[in-house]
């Protein structure tokens, strides 16, 4: 099943060259310390931020700058646009009525990047 994601995971982009941080409203109205993400999270600029610099060609900004200088790679400010929702998902833990996201999903960027969350964002501590 993997762990839970909740506001405040680490993400990473197969294009981006920085970490980034999910966000979580806490709409889905499941919080401990932070809200609980869903598959339905994945909204650019308000669940998923910028990555940094974007090196993927199918990007305009990309390609254009790197045309510009004869084709030398040149990565330019990332704008996530992802238009499908996390998947898989959690297939037995609903939260606001969506599968859960956990670890182990993935969401795909309109320009080629797989973004993966990094660190769900909460911690397991064992006591003995």
């Known amino acids: 099943m993997g762990q839970l994601v909740c506001g405040g995971a680490s993400l990473q982009c197969s294009f981006g060259a920085a970490p980034s941080t999910l966000m979580v409203?806490?709409?889905?109205?499941?919080?401990?310390a932070m809200p609980y993400a869903n598959i339905m999270d994945n909204k650019?600029?308000?669940?998923?931020?910028?990555f940094g610099m974007c090196q993927s060609l199918a990007n305009p900004t990309v390609a254009a700058a790197t045309a510009a200088k004869f084709g030398t790679l040149t990565p330019m400010p990332?704008?996530?646009?992802?238009?499908?929702p996390w998947a898989p998902g959690s297939p037995s833990v609903m939260i606001g009525n969506m599968p859960a996201l956990n670890n182990s999903s993935k969401c795909m960027c309109n320009w080629g990047g797989v973004i993966q969350v990094v660190n769900p964002g909460q911690m397991t501590v064992q006591v003995p």
């Not at 409203?25 to 401990?32: E, G, T």
């Not at 990332?78 to 499908?84: F, G, K």
């Open 25 to 32: 409203l806490p709409a889905n109205r499941v919080i401990q």
């Open 44 to 50: 650019p600029m308000l669940n998923i931020l910028p």
């Open 78 to 84: 990332c704008i996530p646009v992802t238009a499908a």
